[in-house]
T-cell receptor, first 117, second 117 residues
Framework: AQKITQTQPGMFVQEKEAVTLDCTYD???????LFWYKQPSSGEMIFLIY??????QNATEGRYSLNFQKARKSANLVISASQLGDSAMYFC??????????????FGSGTRLLVRP | EPEVTQTPSHQVTQMGQEVILRCVPI?????FYWYRQILGQKVEFLVS????????KSEIFDDQFSVERPDGSNFTLKIRSTKLEDSAMYFC???????????????FGEGSRLTVL
């Protein structure tokens, strides 16, 4: 079974508008972490935002916010006021805290975002 | 700002040749990882390394792969006899231990692109 599901292979958004990238996850752990990474065309992986499973408030980092709905097991990334430089691949990832886990991240298949001028 | 560095950025090799990819993790980090991303696909976990030994490895990480921390700063991935399907971007990452301050976020290097001909 997929641990991390990103159902949108590609998304378009108009510059300056907000966009939501979907992510659902599957885990039986009580304690886990959710991450979003950005991968521009140059290939590097850039950390954007983190949400812990026990965090009661949604995480925010500048123009990025995470819409965390624990009961629905979703952790959608919201980018406000999109910029041309936001065009990239976006990966949702989860870290489980099982005893035999080495804190590795499990990634979704990614969403390619294209910001239109 | 401390960063993970990887060399080489791109390596082309013939099938059957040995390849060593090198990484310098962030100096105070305790966990080290290798991930792989085949072109156009998601990022896949290969192996994690802690306290000078492998703590977890994926099915991809077969006997052709090995990791080593030869000196106190470098962390290497060796592929003994490369196959065409080993062509991918290989990312090194490091993280602090879970708990305490911080998210335990993985910091990624910029990747080493391996092309096997």
């Amino acid at each position: 079974a997929q641990k991390i599901t990103q159902t949108q292979p590609g998304m378009f958004v108009q510059e300056k508008e907000a966009v939501t990238l979907d992510c659902t996850y599957d885990t039986s752990d009580q304690s886990y972490g959710l991450f979003w990474y950005k991968q521009p065309s140059s290939g590097e992986m850039i950390f954007l935002i983190y949400q812990g499973s026990y965090d009661e408030q949604n995480a925010t980092e500048g123009r990025y916010s995470l819409n965390f709905q624990k009961a629905r097991k979703s952790a959608n990334l919201v980018i406000s006021a999109s910029q041309l430089g936001d065009s990239a691949m976006y990966f949702c990832a989860m870290r489980e805290h099982a005893m035999d886990s080495s804190y590795k991240l499990i990634f979704g298949s990614g969403t390619r975002l294209l910001v239109r001028p | 700002e401390p960063e993970v560095t990887q060399t080489p950025s791109h390596q082309v090799t013939q099938m059957g040749q040995e390849v060593i990819l090198r990484c310098v993790p962030i100096s105070n980090h305790l966990y080290f990882y290798w991930y792989r991303q085949i072109l156009g696909q998601k990022v896949e976990f290969l192996v994690s390394f802690y306290n000078n030994e492998i703590s977890e490895k994926s099915e991809i990480f077969d006997d052709q792969f090995s990791v080593e921390r030869p000196d106190g700063s470098n962390f290497t991935l060796k592929i003994r006899s490369t196959k065409l399907e080993d062509s991918a971007m290989y990312f090194c990452a490091s993280s602090e231990a879970w708990g305490g301050e911080g998210t335990g976020e993985l910091f990624f290097g910029e990747g080493s692109r391996l092309t096997v001909l």
